[in-house]
């Protein structure tokens, strides 16, 4: 939270004495069950184009939702101001919601006091990044892609967050940390390239280091040619493997399942991807970001999604572990909600083979460095569609031969993941269509491009 006398993100303790008004609002009204959820950031942003640095914002916001419970019904109602008049308005605001809505006779009590274990995600010098400790890394970035005769664009940017949970019933956690993330893509004539990482401390990444690589992709991919569309061995760069599998994850829920909207439909505990495939959720995970509890309170549990390429877990809610007769996994969302509960942590098991490696063990095949525009087709086979981008070259005899004319594809995730040949360590990788996730680089028989893209 932001103290807004200071400006400063508030602590645990003062979250604690905020809900304290709240619980006192509640009961002048004769609620007993009231929730409070806190989030507060503070962000920063530099932003540039055309090898100049045109941007710079930064922003702080609050935020407080309170949800209130009884006779079989709950609402609840969000403010930006934790002074005691808009409190007792935001407490008013979420009674009269639940009053209107229909019973659920699934509701559960509110969560009672759990454990959490803290994890540790907050990086001082990190919080403490500059305006111009950013303009001189992007500096020195657009140095090197303007000295290849490129033009640079992208955003570094960095910030910390703190969110929390309190109800009535003696729950009380929280969690702070901080994040950090560069972007660049090399443009030139005709071709481009492109790297981004994220992490909880700035210092695990070298944007001089991302200058180079994407403008070396831009250089390598000049001039593209095409080949035709057909299947190839592919090699897919960690983030184009975070973009196109990570659509799947939100189909190992147990709320999904019970729908019969998951495409693990009657396919739990039978093998479904190759043996090489090991999925976790795992927030605990080094490489991971995030709160080490759900919108319940319940702390999250490690899952073994696949295991050598057998579907295992699901991520629960409480009201659908309930349902299912099993323990919670600490996977579900703010309620009320119909979503449920989903995994966020994706930790995809690497090998090792590193990418240069794949590489000189591939006659003939395509190297992808990222995709976007991807959308689904067909919903039980997990079959996508959407185009490579900012790198796609031609491997022969070992090498990276030349760039090529960017493709579109037809892919099905499950016949993809049954045709993995080669896996790189994983990294934390980030992408544009979905969340950071730790994955590796795989080397893919048979993926299909079905056509030449016009960009």
């Given at each position: 939270?932001?103290?807004?006398?200071?400006?400063?993100?508030?602590?645990?303790?003062?979250?604690?004495?905020?809900f304290?008004?709240?619980?006192?609002?509640?009961?002048?009204?004769g609620?007993?069950?009231?929730?409070?959820?806190?989030?507060?950031h503070?962000?920063?942003?530099?932003r540039?184009?055309?090898?100049?640095?045109?941007?710079?914002?930064?922003?702080?916001?609050?935020?407080?939702?309170?949800?209130?419970?009884?006779?079989?019904?709950?609402?609840r109602?969000?403010?930006?101001?934790?002074?005691?008049l808009?409190?007792e308005?935001?407490?008013?605001?979420?009674?009269?919601?639940?009053?209107?809505?229909?019973?659920?006779?699934?509701?559960?009590?509110?969560?009672?006091?759990?454990?959490?274990?803290?994890?540790?995600?907050?990086?001082?010098?990190?919080?403490?990044v500059?305006?111009?400790?950013?303009?001189?890394?992007?500096?020195?970035?657009?140095a090197?892609?303007?000295?290849a005769?490129?033009?640079?664009?992208?955003i570094?940017?960095?910030?910390?967050?703190?969110?929390?949970?309190?109800?009535?019933?003696?729950?009380?956690?929280?969690?702070?940390?901080?994040?950090?993330?560069?972007s660049?893509?090399?443009?030139a004539?005709?071709?481009?390239?492109?790297?981004?990482?994220?992490?909880?401390a700035?210092?695990?990444?070298?944007?001089?280091?991302?200058?180079?690589?994407?403008?070396?992709k831009?250089?390598?991919?000049?001039?593209?040619?095409?080949?035709p569309?057909?299947?190839?061995?592919?090699?897919?760069?960690?983030?184009a493997?975070?973009?196109?599998?990570?659509?799947?994850?939100?189909?190992?829920?147990?709320?999904a399942?019970?729908d019969q909207?998951?495409?693990?439909?009657?396919?739990?505990?039978?093998?479904?991807?190759g043996?090489?495939?090991?999925?976790s959720?795992?927030?605990?995970?080094?490489?991971?970001?995030?709160?080490?509890?759900?919108?319940?309170?319940?702390?999250?549990?490690?899952?073994t999604?696949?295991?050598?390429?057998?579907?295992?877990?699901?991520?629960?809610?409480r009201?659908?572990?309930k349902?299912?007769?099993?323990?919670?996994?600490g996977?579900?969302f703010?309620?009320?909600?119909?979503?449920?509960?989903?995994?966020?942590?994706?930790?995809?098991?690497?090998?090792?083979?590193?990418?240069?490696?794949?590489?000189?063990?591939?006659?003939?095949?395509?190297?992808?460095?990222?995709?976007?525009?991807?959308?689904?087709?067909?919903p039980?086979?997990?079959?996508?569609?959407?185009?490579?981008?900012d790198?796609?070259?031609?491997?022969?005899?070992g090498?990276?031969?030349?760039?090529?004319?960017?493709?579109?594809?037809?892919?099905?995730i499950?016949?993809?993941?049954?045709?993995?040949?080669?896996?790189?360590?994983?990294?934390?990788?980030?992408?544009?269509?979905?969340?950071?996730?730790v994955?590796?680089?795989?080397?893919?028989?048979?993926?299909?491009?079905t056509?030449?893209t016009?960009?």
């Open positions: 939270m932001v103290d807004e006398r200071t400006g400063a993100l508030l602590t645990q303790s003062d979250c604690a004495r905020i304290e008004k709240v619980r006192q609002a509640a009961k002048s009204r609620i007993s069950d009231v929730e409070a959820l806190f989030a507060a503070r962000d920063a942003l530099t540039f184009a055309n090898n100049t640095i045109h941007q710079n914002v930064a922003e702080q916001a609050q935020w407080l939702s309170i949800r209130v419970q009884g006779d079989r019904k709950t609402a109602a969000t403010t930006n101001r934790f002074d005691p808009s409190i308005r935001a407490v008013e605001e979420a009674t009269a919601l639940a009053k209107s809505v229909a019973p659920d006779d699934e509701l559960l009590p509110m969560t009672g006091p759990l454990p959490v274990p803290e994890i540790p995600r907050f990086d001082a010098a990190t919080a403490a500059s305006p111009e400790d950013r303009a001189r890394a992007v500096r020195q970035a657009i090197i892609v303007e000295g005769g490129q033009t640079a664009a992208g570094y940017s960095t910030g910390e967050t703190i969110e929390g949970i309190f109800n009535s019933h003696g729950l009380s956690a929280w969690h702070q940390e901080t994040l950090a993330q560069f660049i893509t090399a443009m004539d005709d071709s481009s390239g492109w790297a981004k990482a994220s992490a909880i700035r210092s695990a990444f070298d944007p001089v280091a991302m200058a180079l690589r994407a403008s070396e831009a250089r390598l991919s000049a001039k593209p040619r095409e080949v569309p057909g299947r190839y061995t592919v090699i897919l760069e960690p983030a493997v975070l973009d196109l599998v990570g659509q799947i994850f939100g189909d190992f829920s147990a709320t399942m019970h909207r998951s495409f693990l439909t009657d396919r739990m505990g039978t093998k479904l991807f043996e090489n495939i090991h999925i959720d795992n927030v605990r995970h080094p490489l991971q970001a995030g709160v080490p509890f759900d919108g319940e309170g319940v702390p999250r549990r490690k899952l999604l696949v295991d050598g390429g057998v579907p295992r877990e699901l991520a629960y809610s009201a659908s572990a349902r299912a007769g099993v323990e919670p996994t996977h579900g703010p309620l009320p909600n119909d979503v449920g509960e989903a995994p966020l942590n994706i930790v995809i098991a690497g090998g090792d083979t590193p990418l240069e490696r794949m590489i000189e063990s591939t006659e003939r095949g395509i190297l992808v460095t990222r995709l976007w525009y991807i959308r689904e087709v067909e039980y086979e997990k079959i996508m569609t959407g185009m490579t981008r790198g796609t070259f031609l491997i022969e005899d090498g990276v031969r030349l760039g090529l004319r960017n493709f579109r594809f037809n892919q099905g499950i016949e993809l993941l049954n045709h993995v040949e080669a896996l790189s360590p994983a990294v934390r990788a980030s992408g544009e269509e979905t969340f950071d996730m994955v590796p680089a795989m080397k893919v028989r048979d993926f299909n491009f056509e030449v016009r960009f």
